[in-house]
């Protein structure tokens, strides 16, 4: 559940959001409408885009839907300009879109390797590249990456999806320091295991599988999408976080740091 933000700190502002018809993605776009701005969401499918879109607008300001497949960079260049043509602004880019699926890495096809990376690293680049050709003019932008923790350490059977992610972290790290004198921010935020539509069939479909997740995280609970949100907007908003860029916010309750695999040999005598 989100509710108005008292800061209002996004008021007369303007974000695209990619993968925004459902989950983090999502509670991203409410988060920002919540704080007062006009909300686009892109995805491939309209209907769960149209909801977030009525949902945004009981905060009052306007939401947009964009229909694209962000490995297609016409098609995303067409939906970037068509968001500044029709709100006139562009002031955020939220990179959310992704797929990921668990596999062997010496099983994975090249195919399987090529759909994951085009989401998620072109696909990031290609929305990336297309907002800040306004923003670079504009003089102003933040644009926001949601990777995963992977991203540094690694994980087994996730070789796509954490390359991919590795090169969005290199590519916020580059372009923080190629546009920060230009007024363009560029961070990421990594959420931790959260349940949404696409993750819970894609990395935990058993019950089994689910408990081995929860049990890495030291906080033992899930990530909420609200949770990143929040984080989410500290990040995208100029006065609080103005002088951020090129870094990691990690949402996700002290997982990638691991947990004690150590045990007291004196816990249980008296
Ligand atoms: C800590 C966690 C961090 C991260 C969390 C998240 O990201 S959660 C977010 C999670 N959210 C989502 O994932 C939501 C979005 N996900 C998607 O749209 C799809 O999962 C997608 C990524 C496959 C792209 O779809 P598409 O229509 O573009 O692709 P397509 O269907 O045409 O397949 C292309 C190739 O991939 C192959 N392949 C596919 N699945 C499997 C598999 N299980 N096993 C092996 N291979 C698989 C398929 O066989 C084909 O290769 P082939 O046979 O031609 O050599
Ligand atoms: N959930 C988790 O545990 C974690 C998630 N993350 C990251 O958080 C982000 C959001 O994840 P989550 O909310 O769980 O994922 P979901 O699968 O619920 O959402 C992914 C969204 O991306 C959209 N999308 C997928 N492929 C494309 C494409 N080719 N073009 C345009 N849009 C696309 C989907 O919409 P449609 O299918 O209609 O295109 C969907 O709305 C991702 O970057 C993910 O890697 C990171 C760490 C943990």
Same mark, same amino acid.
């Given at each position: 559940?989100?509710?108005?933000?008292?800061?209002?700190?996004?008021?007369?502002?303007?974000?695209?959001?990619?993968?925004?018809? $459902?989950?983090? /993605?999502?509670?991203?776009?409410?988060?920002?409408?919540?704080?007062?701005?006009?909300?686009? +969401?892109?995805?491939?499918?309209?209907?769960?885009?149209?909801?977030?879109? *009525?949902?945004?607008?009981?905060?009052?300001?306007?939401? %947009?839907?964009?229909?694209?497949?962000?490995? =297609?960079?016409?098609?995303?260049?067409?939906?970037?300009?068509?968001?500044?043509? =029709?709100?006139?602004?562009?002031?955020?880019?939220?990179?959310?879109?992704?797929?990921?699926?668990?596999?062997?890495?010496?099983?994975?096809?090249?195919?399987?390797? *090529?759909?994951?990376?085009?989401? +998620?690293?072109?696909?990031?680049?290609?929305?990336?590249?297309?907002?800040?050709?306004?923003?670079?003019?504009?003089?102003?932008?933040?644009?926001?990456?949601?990777?995963? $923790?992977?991203?540094?350490?690694?994980?087994?059977?996730? &070789?796509?999806?954490?390359?991919?992610?590795?090169?969005?972290?290199?590519? !916020?790290?580059?372009?923080?320091?190629?546009?920060?004198?230009?007024?363009?921010? &560029?961070?990421?935020? $990594?959420?931790?295991? !959260?349940?949404?539509?696409?993750?819970?069939?894609?990395?935990?479909?058993?019950? %089994?599988?689910?408990?081995? +997740?929860?049990?890495?995280?030291?906080?033992?609970?899930?990530?909420?999408?609200?949770?990143?949100? %929040?984080?989410?907007?500290?990040?995208?908003?100029? *006065?609080?976080?103005?002088?951020?860029?090129?870094?990691?916010?990690?949402?996700?309750?002290?997982?990638?740091? /691991?947990?004690?695999?150590?045990?007291?040999? *004196?816990?249980?005598?008296?």
């Amino acid at each position: 559940m989100i509710d108005r933000s008292p800061l209002a700190e996004f008021t007369g502002q303007v974000a695209l959001i990619t993968g925004g018809g $459902s989950g983090i /993605g999502r509670a991203i776009a409410l988060r920002y409408a919540a704080g007062g701005g006009d909300v686009v +969401v892109l995805g491939r499918r309209r209907e769960p885009l149209e909801e977030t879109a *009525r949902m945004a607008e009981k905060f009052g300001g306007r939401a %947009e839907v964009v229909t694209c497949d962000v490995r =297609d960079p016409e098609a995303v260049t067409a939906a970037v300009n068509g968001v500044v043509g =029709d709100l006139g602004r562009l002031d955020a880019l939220v990179n959310n879109a992704a797929g990921n699926f668990i596999s062997k890495a010496e099983e994975l096809s090249p195919n399987g390797w *090529r759909a994951v990376v085009d989401i +998620v690293l072109n696909g990031s680049f290609y929305c990336t590249r297309a907002a800040a050709q306004h923003m670079l003019a504009a003089g102003r932008g933040s644009i926001l990456n949601v990777i995963a $923790s992977y991203a540094w350490h690694g994980h087994p059977g996730t &070789v796509h999806s954490a390359a991919a992610k590795g090169g969005v972290l290199a590519m !916020t790290r580059t372009l923080a320091a190629e546009w920060g004198g230009r007024g363009v921010r &560029v961070n990421c935020i $990594s959420p931790g295991p !959260t349940e949404t539509e696409g993750a819970g069939a894609a990395l935990w479909p058993t019950d %089994e599988a689910r408990d081995r +997740v929860l049990g890495s995280v030291p906080a033992g609970r899930f990530t909420t999408p609200e949770e990143v949100a %929040e984080s989410a907007a500290f990040l995208l908003d100029a *006065r609080r976080a103005g002088y951020v860029t090129g870094d990691v916010l990690s949402v996700d309750g002290g997982q990638w740091l /691991g947990k004690a695999v150590y045990t007291d040999p *004196r816990a249980g005598r008296s």
